[in-house]
C-alpha cells in the first residue's frame, strides 16, 4: 500500500486552492432570469406615445476653464437641432 503523508506544503496548496475557488465563486455575475411574458414586453413598446403638450426645458452642465467654450457650442447646437 501507498503510505500518503499530510505535508504543511499540501495543507497549504489546499487551503489556497479552496480560498481562490471561494472567491471566484463569491465574484461570478448574477444570472438573470429570462422575462416571463415576453410578448406583453412587445404588445408595450408597440403602443405610440404621444409627444407632451408643454415644453420640456433641459440644462446642461458646463465645464468651468477649458471646456466652457466646448459646452457652448454643442449645447446651442442641440438646441438648434431640437426645437
Do not use: Y
Not at 505535508?7 to 416571463?36: D, H, I, M, N, Y
Not at 466646448?70 to 446651442?76: P, Q
Amino acid at each position: 500500500m501507498i503510505e500518503q503523508r499530510l505535508t504543511r506544503r499540501s495543507l497549504l496548496q489546499g487551503a489556497a486552492v479552496l480560498t481562490v475557488g471561494t472567491v471566484v465563486a463569491a465574484c461570478a455575475p448574477k444570472v438573470q432570469e429570462p422575462v416571463a411574458q415576453p410578448k406583453e414586453a412587445e404588445k408595450v413598446a408597440e403602443q405610440p406615445v404621444a409627444a407632451p403638450k408643454e415644453k420640456i426645458v433641459l440644462r446642461f452642465g458646463k465645464f468651468a476653464g477649458d471646456g466652457w467654450m466646448h459646452d457652448e457650442i454643442w449645447s446651442k447646437k442641440f438646441d438648434d437641432e431640437n426645437p
